[in-house]
């Protein structure tokens, strides 16, 4: 099974600055990796696909990057609406198993 | 606009069994693969099983293989998860979602399943 770390736990930022959350595969998933926000209370939404592509309707501020085993996600200004938990999810070795990463907290400092 | 609906969480004994189904409108129900994500309390997202459009393949995570089932009615644009054998370790919120290239598109509000005595 490939395994999905994420870094830090809990990120403290202030409104309006730049968010760069850290996803890293136990072997390499070429760029299949995607994001998802999770609010309180809410399901996740899918924020970015194929590593780096938006989904449907995401800001642009929203930004993913990376292959391989390191991956990065970032917000470049974020808005209040914008803090969350934030998990990446491989897909490189379909049909087995589809891990998550444990999650990233993005709090208000 | 995708809408997802889940139903029949509850409260179940250990050993127990519970039928879990999503109501899918406002896409093309058998052209997706659809699966089922749960969250243990506080806890992360772990996918739980697919099925492919047809219905004809079916996925799963190593700890449900053989407990759950996973299957859908494409005249009744529903999905199904049928869970037996529960164990404490099953109490989660159970996402429905579309698949699309393995990733999942858009999510239902959830279920929640515990299994206690």
């Known amino acids: 099974e490939i395994v999905m770390t994420q870094s830090p736990a809990t990120l403290s930022v202030s409104p309006g600055e730049r968010a760069t959350l850290s996803c890293r595969a136990s072997q390499s998933v070429s760029v299949n990796l995607a994001w998802y926000q999770q609010k309180p209370g809410q399901a996740p939404r899918l924020l970015i696909y194929g590593a780096s592509t938006r989904a449907t309707g995401i800001p642009a501020r929203f930004s993913g990057s990376g292959s391989g085993t390191e991956f990065t996600l970032t917000i470049s200004s974020l808005q209040s609406e914008d803090f969350a938990v934030y998990y990446c999810q491989q897909y490189n070795n379909w049909p087995r198993a589809l891990t998550f990463g444990g999650g990233t907290k993005v709090e208000i400092k | 606009e995708v809408q997802l609906l889940e139903s029949g969480g509850g409260l179940v004994q250990p050993g127990g069994s519970l039928r879990l189904s999503c109501a899918a409108s406002?896409?093309?129900?058998?052209?997706?693969?659809m699966s089922w994500v749960r969250q243990a309390p506080g806890k992360g997202l772990e996918w739980v099983s697919t099925v492919s459009g047809s219905g004809d393949n079916t996925y799963y995570t190593d700890s449900v293989k053989g407990r759950f089932t996973i299957s859908r009615d494409n005249s009744k644009n529903t999905l199904y998860l049928r869970m037996n054998s529960l164990r404490a370790e099953d109490t989660a919120v159970y996402y429905c979602?579309?698949?699309?290239?393995?990733?999942?598109?858009?999510w239902g509000q959830g279920t929640l399943v515990t299994v206690s005595s």
């Open positions: 406002g896409f093309t129900f058998p052209a997706y693969g």
């Open positions: 979602a579309k698949s699309v290239a393995s990733t999942f598109d858009s």
